[in-house]
Each structure stands twice: as structure tokens, then as C-alpha cells.
């Protein structure tokens, strides 16, 4: 006896959707918040299964809704069983390990152990394609893997073994199992794969996903390019807000003068200039979420207003701001979240007295450290694969003739020994210039070599601490303190300005010591 096991993933509602009536489709795509794709989806991995080989009984396990599992039985067109789910994360082995565990455990009971089993890892998160792996090789005796691709079915071999009883956290999971599954979930679409499993940057998606929960403010630090305000789109689409709207300030790039007009707008005639009435960057936001993005460029006049407006107003909840437009003598009321961003150490700033403390804990009541793309270890080859796919898709819209490129070996190890002082973004920039100029679609190391001599932001200037030359006025103690607190300042980053967590991350005995070394290193 033959059985299927496979998640519905996001492509199989799309193949559906294909087919069903405008009305129908259109409430699929609304539970998903997603729109159908510009390019032709084909099948989807679960139609191609079953259209592969006839199995006996076919297990689909599902995080949608009834409805929309019923439509999918009916499209389908086999006898199936569907095991429906709730996950508040469908990215957490936490949630999905110990419910499809169980539920394995209910479907096969009174089964014989050498059943045979297929799992199909295309559908779902990768996740989810991982606990597939887990469950199947560690609890299962006749057990095969497929995928699929562009409609065609393919059997996988895993290149390991497991020998494992249970993974009590699934974080922990095989690192050769994540690269295994992302490298060949060419069925998923580019809003499904995880943008980053490693563990620096899961720490900050689980305080996003936590943030995103509650109206409180959010302060998110990173450097340049490191993907902030991706962050703060992530937090607001997360929240009950994600169909308000969504206002970005520079707060670098407001002058003075104009600081009060465009934060809380003016009254046509208010002022030289002002042809006409104009909201603000407040009342445009009123109901959803004001991005101020650079906060830490922003002048202490700024400042003192931006204390003002979040000056919370007693009964009227955390996110009601009140103020007054420029040449209006009636106070106006909004209901508007905050998330700011900067790549400056806040912290540092309210020491050395440029930017406001009483400020900064108004913004910072959850901090989430964005980590550099160089810290992000497996995350880069992830994301620029990732990348890849999805400018072979754009430029493939644009020109039909074009022919799909891919990366080389050599291509992939010269991105790995690169800093990356630019970030996701600049990772992107490389990518999209190696697809263009590559010859015979393969984009070779020499490629890459070249788009970076001759583009490459070159990485911040720091003392080679290495290098320096002895004698002269060279002094052992200077070198080890400037190591000292190049390291605090990180671990100050990393851990959101909490000075135990940050004591804990320098191999420090406690939040105190760590404080007699700042008080001294940083006078």
C-alpha cells in the first residue's frame, strides 16, 4: 500500500485558482494576501504527484482554511485526506514538528511499518519540507522524497543520514538539510522562501513576528542596506494595521524650517509657499504606520517635537498622537504607529548627548538588531540564488529571447570571501550586473571579480589591527582597548541596548562589569 504525503503550498492555490470561477479565485487569493502570478504557474507540485503514480491514499496537510481545502479537494479531483492546521508561524519547527509528528502517528496507526511513504517537499515552507525529511528518515522504514519542477516529478536522494530520535528544538536543525531543501525548491515561489535561516538573523524575524503583535513602537539598527525598512513593511503587513497606511520620513533630509509642516502639515497661506492645505506625514498615516527612517540623523529640533507628538496621552491608548498643523489653532487627533530605523549605535548617541534619551526609550520599546549581510553566514548563497531566480523571471517578462542564467561554482566561493559593506542591497545590485554582462548564461568568478573592481562600495575603513607597527608611540593597552570597544559596542547592538544580555554575549560576569568597562572605554 502506497501513500502520499504533502503540504498545499501557495502554488497549488494558484494552479487552482487558475481554473476556478473570478469570485471563487479572488477569496483564495484574499485568504493568502497574495495576487496570481504574472508568469504560468503549470500544475502545481501536488496535481503533478498525483498525475505521476496512483497511490492508495493521498494525505495533504493544510494551514488554510476549510473552504478553501474543499475547493482544492474538488479541483483535484481524487479521494483525498486533508488534515487541516493553525500555525501562528508556519516558519516554526516549535509549532509544525510535534502537530504533523502526531498527526503522522494518527493517520498510520495500525499500519504496517514497511508501508511504503512518499513525501513531497515542494509545497509549504521550507520548514515544513524539513520536518518531512526529519520524520520520514528517522521514524520510517520505506520512505521516499520527490520534487518537482516546472510540472516535472523527480525523486530525491538525500546525500546523509539521520540518526535521530526526536529534536527537541528544530532550530537545531542539520545544516546540510536546510541547504539541501532551499537549493531545490525551484517550485516555490520567490514570497515563500525564507529570507534567512541563519541564526543571527532568525533571532531578529522571531522579534519581528513578536513585535508585529502588539501597537507598541519599534526600533529596528542596522547598517546600510542590512534591509530595515523591508522590516518594517514585514512588522506592518504582520499586523493589524497591514491595510492601513504606510508612510516613510528621512528624517536626514528634513530641514529645520520645514520640520513642523512636514511632520503635522499646514493651512494653505500658512506660510510663504504653502499654495495649498497639505496633511503631514501624521494625518497622511492616520490609522496605519509612520516609518521614520534615518532617526538617527535627526536634528535636536526634531527631536523635541518628535518627543511632543509621542508624548502619550492618558486614556487614549499608546498609538493616539496630538498636535497642531502650522497655521491652525485646533489641536488634531491620529491613531498612528511608530517604527523607526537607523544605522547609528542610539545608545552611544545619548551618552555623548546627540540624541535624546527620553526620546529614545519612547522608540525603542522593542529593539531589533538587523545584522550585516557578512554575519549572515549561509544566508548569502540563500539570497543570491533567491536573487537570481527572480531577475531571470523579470528579465525573461522583458525580453522572451533571454536564456536563463545561473551561478558558477567559482562565481559563488568569490562571493563568499567578500565583506558586503553594502549589504542585501548591494548583493542584489552584483547580481542584477553579473545576469546582464555574463557570457554563455553562466556568471563566472571573473564576473564577479570585475563588477567588484569596478563598483564595489569599498568597506569602512578600520585600524588594521593586525598590522600596526611596533615601537614608536605604539601601546599595547590603546590596541586592546580599541578591541575592547569595537566588541561592546556590538554586543550593545546585538542584544538591543540590554546590558546583560550584551555582558553575557562578551563572556562577562555580569551587566555590572560590563559597566565598569564602558564607563571607562567610552568616557
Known amino acids: 500500500m502506497a501513500t502520499l504525503f504533502s503540504w498545499i503550498g501557495h502554488i497549488d492555490l494558484f494552479a487552482m485558482c487558475q481554473c476556478l470561477p473570478d469570485e471563487q479565485c479572488q477569496q483564495v487569493l484574499t485568504e493568502i494576501r497574495r495576487t496570481l502570478p504574472q508568469y504560468k504557474v503549470g500544475p502545481g507540485a501536488v496535481r503533478a504527484m498525483v498525475d505521476y503514480r496512483k497511490y492508495d491514499r493521498v494525505c495533504l496537510f493544510s494551514n488554510y482554511s476549510h473552504e478553501t481545502n474543499e475547493k482544492f479537494r474538488n479541483w483535484l479531483g481524487v479521494p483525498v485526506e486533508i488534515s487541516t492546521f493553525t500555525f501562528q508561524d508556519p516558519s516554526s519547527y516549535e509549532e509544525i514538528f510535534p502537530a504533523v509528528s502526531k498527526q503522522m502517528e494518527f493517520l498510520l496507526q495500525g499500519k504496517s511499518p514497511d508501508e511504503e511513504l512518499s513525501f513531497l517537499l515542494s509545497p509549504g515552507t521550507p520548514t515544513m519540507g524539513v520536518v518531512w525529511i526529519l520524520i520520514g528518515m528517522t521514524r520510517y522504514r520505506n520512505y521516499s522524497f520527490y520534487q518537482t519542477y516546472q510540472g516535472n516529478v523527480t525523486r530525491s536522494v538525500m546525500p546523509f543520514e539521520l540518526h535521530i530520535d526526536s529534536l527537541p528544538d528544530m532550530r537545531s536543525a542539520s545544516e546540510k538539510i536546510r541547504q539541501f531543501l532551499l537549493g531545490n525548491m525551484k517550485d516555490g515561489s520567490p514570497s515563500q522562501m525564507i529570507p534567512g535561516e541563519s ?21 529596528l539598527n542596522g547598517e546600510s542596506g542590512s534591509g530595515k525598512e523591508i522590516f518594517a513593511r514585514f512588522i506592518t503587513q504582520e499586523s493589524r ?34 499654495d495649498q492645505n497639505a496633511p503631514g506625514a501624521f494625518r497622511a498615516a492616520d490609522g496605519g504606520t509612520l516609518f521614520l527612517d534615518e532617526i538617527g540623523e535627526a536634528s535636536p529640533l526634531l527631536q523635541s517635537k518628535l518627543l511632543r507628538v ?90 522572451p529571447d533571454y536564456r536563463t542564467v545561473k551561478f558558477s561554482e567559482g562565481a559563488l566561493s568569490e562571493m563568499l570571501r567578500y565583506s558586503w559593506p553594502g549589504n542585501v542591497r548591494e548583493l542584489y545590485n552584483v547580481i542584477m550586473q553579473a545576469a546582464l554582462l555574463c557570457e554563455n548564461c553562466t556568471i563566472q568568478k571573473e564576473d564577479i571579480i570585475q563588477i567588484f573592481s569596478e563598483h564595489a562600495i569599498p568597506p569602512k575603513k578600520e585600524s588594521d589591527i593586525l598590522s600596526l607597527p611596533l615601537g614608536g608611540d605604539f601601546s599595547l593597552n590603546d590596541v586592546l582597548d580599541e578591541v575592547r570597544r569595537h566588541y561592546i559596542e556590538k554586543a550593545m547592538q546585538e542584544s538591543g541596548g540590554n546590558k546583560s544580555k550584551a555582558a553575557k554575549l562578551l563572556g562577562l560576569r555580569s551587566a555590572p562589569a560590563l559597566e565598569v568597562q564602558r564607563k571607562r572605554l567610552f568616557p
Open 199 to 219: 541564526p543571527v538573523f532568525q533571532r531578529a524575524a522571531q522579534r519581528a513576528v513578536k513585535a508585529a503583535k502588539q501597537d507598541v513602537p519599534v526600533l
Open 241 to 274: 494595521r497591514r491595510d492601513k497606511p504606510f508612510v516613510c520620513v528621512n528624517c536626514a533630509s528634513i530641514p529645520d524650517t520645514l520640520i513642523e509642516s512636514e511632520l503635522f502639515g499646514h493651512k494653505k497661506g500658512a506660510f510663504t509657499g504653502a
Open 310 to 399: 509621542l508624548q502619550p496621552v492618558p486614556g487614549k491608548g499608546m498609538c493616539h498622537r496630538e498636535f497642531m498643523p502650522v497655521g491652525e489653532n485646533k489641536t488634531v487627533s491620529v491613531n498612528v504607529r511608530i517604527i523607526a530605523a537607523t544605522n547609528r549605535d542610539l545608545l552611544t548617541a545619548v551618552e555623548e548627548n546627540r540624541f535624546r534619551s527620553d526620546l529614545y526609550y519612547r522608540l525603542a520599546v522593542i529593539s531589533i538588531y538587523l545584522p550585516p549581510l557578512r554575519e549572515r553566514g549561509q544566508d548569502l548563497l540563500d539570497l543570491a540564488e533567491s536573487f537570481l531566480k527572480n531577475i531571470n523571471q523579470e528579465f525573461r517578462v522583458q525580453n
